[in-house]
Structures are given as structure tokens and as C-alpha cells.
């Protein structure tokens, strides 16, 4: 079955850029969207459709899509955005869903 | 604004059956894909199963022969049966809208803020 591979943690001083992989076979072939979650809230959608972000979402928040890796890339790193972070993509093999392990963002 | 809030009974024993309903207001529950998703504690998310066109349901194969996701157009609510829980399925569960134009593109971009659920003897 598919696969989605992340980084248990990043760390990153504020101000400096983040770079949060999600690996998968040739998931450049599938679309990818990302999710932040803070402690105790619910996720919330930042990036879709490898690239496109929602309205609220900061320009700062981007994402890429090449081979076997997909990347959320946060620039300018503020305290606020430590939070874990998620991507996900739909299996068309076993026709489910699937998310990332999950990657917490620690901001020095 | 689409709200999303989940509702039902929290703790349970294993072998009971977890139910929970998730009222949605904003949006046409029979416009979207609803879901399911948990997160067992300090874990990932895990996505359970959806609903679209009022009826037609996919589930996660590893919960499949446990779960039913139904829909009461009516009162605009989406629920959630999960069969003979054990503590592993000890977890914030959430309602979330799925959007896509199509379901290899779907994405959630509206999640309730989460039900609690704990399997304890």
C-alpha cells in the first residue's frame, strides 16, 4: 500500500525558512495538500492541490510538488506557526485517504 | 460560514458501539463529501471514511467491517457508528466537509473541533 513519509520534527529560528518533506512513490503523479494543528485544535487546511492556498492563509506558506517529494515551505518562521503539520493525498489503489506521520515544527 | 460540531456519548466499554453525529450548518449536506477522522493521543490523523450523495460511502479498508457512516438529511447531520471498540480506538474523533472536483483531488476544508472518545473498562 501507499506510503506518505515525513520528518518527526523541524526546527528552525524565527524568521529563517522551514522546509517540511513528505515523501511518497512518484507523488509528484497525485495531489497533495497540507494541514497545520496547533495543540488542542482541530487542523486546518494551508496548502492544496500541491500549491494553492486557501483565503486567510499567508502568502509566506508555499508548496511544491517534484518525484518522489513534496514540500511545504514556510518562510519567515514566526513563534505562531509552531504546530504539527500533515500532509495528505488520496490512494487511488486502495481508494482511501491517506496522511502523513505527521511533522512537528519547532521554532527556536 | 460552515460550522461543523460533533455530539455523543464519550466514554465507553470495549466491545460497545462508539456513535457520533456531527451537525453541520452553512453548507448543503447534500452538496459535499462529509468524513470522519480521528487522532488517537499524541498520534496522527487517521481518516475513518466519507459520505457524498446522501448515501454512497468508502471507508478506511482497515476499519471497514467496523464502521458506518450515515447521513439524516433532514436534520443536517452526519453520523459515525464504530462496532466493538477497544481501547485503540481511544480518540478525538472530527467531522470534516471533503472538497474536490474529483475524489482523487479531495482535500478537508472544514473540521468540526474534535469529540473526545475514551474505550476503558
Known amino acids: 500500500s501507499y506510503v506518505l513519509t515525513q520528518p518527526p520534527s523541524v526546527s528552525v529560528a524565527p524568521g529563517n525558512t522551514a522546509s517540511i518533506t513528505c515523501g511518497g512513490d512518484?507523488?509528484?503523479?497525485?495531489?497533495v495538500h497540507w494541514y497545520q494543528q496547533k495543540p488542542g485544535q482541530a487542523p486546518v487546511l494551508v496548502i492544496y492541490?500541491?500549491?494553492d492556498r486557501p483565503s486567510g492563509i499567508p502568502e509566506r506558506i508555499s508548496g511544491s510538488n517534484f518525484g518522489n517529494t513534496a514540500t511545504l515551505t514556510i518562510s519567515r518562521v514566526e513563534v505562531g506557526d509552531e504546530a504539527d503539520y500533515y500532509c495528505?493525498?488520496?490512494?487511488?489503489?486502495?481508494?482511501?485517504?491517506?496522511f502523513g506521520g505527521g511533522t512537528k515544527l519547532i521554532v527556536l | 460560514q460552515v460550522q461543523l460540531r460533533e455530539s455523543g456519548p464519550r466514554l465507553l466499554k470495549p466491545s460497545e458501539t462508539l456513535s457520533l453525529t456531527c451537525t453541520v450548518s452553512?453548507?448543503?449536506?447534500?452538496?459535499?463529501?462529509w468524513s470522519w477522522i480521528r487522532q488517537a493521543p499524541g498520534k496522527g490523523l487517521e481518516w475513518i471514511g466519507y459520505?457524498?450523495?446522501?448515501?454512497?460511502?468508502n471507508y478506511n479498508p482497515s476499519l471497514r467491517s467496523r464502521v458506518t457512516i450515515s447521513v439524516d438529511t433532514t436534520k443536517s447531520q452526519v453520523s459515525l457508528n464504530l462496532t466493538s471498540v477497544t481501547a485503540a480506538d481511544t480518540a478525538v474523533y472530527f467531522c470534516?466537509?471533503?472538497?474536490?472536483?474529483?475524489?482523487?483531488?479531495?482535500?478537508?476544508?472544514?473540521w468540526g473541533q474534535g469529540a473526545r472518545a475514551t474505550v476503558s473498562s
Open positions: 512518484n507523488i509528484a503523479s497525485k495531489s
Open positions: 495528505q493525498v488520496w490512494d487511488s489503489s486502495s481508494e482511501s485517504v491517506l
Open positions: 452553512g453548507a448543503s449536506i447534500k452538496t459535499f463529501y
Open positions: 470534516a466537509r471533503a472538497y474536490g472536483i474529483a475524489v482523487a483531488g479531495l482535500r478537508f476544508d472544514n
Open positions: 492541490y500541491d500549491t
Open positions: 459520505i457524498y450523495d446522501s448515501g454512497t460511502t
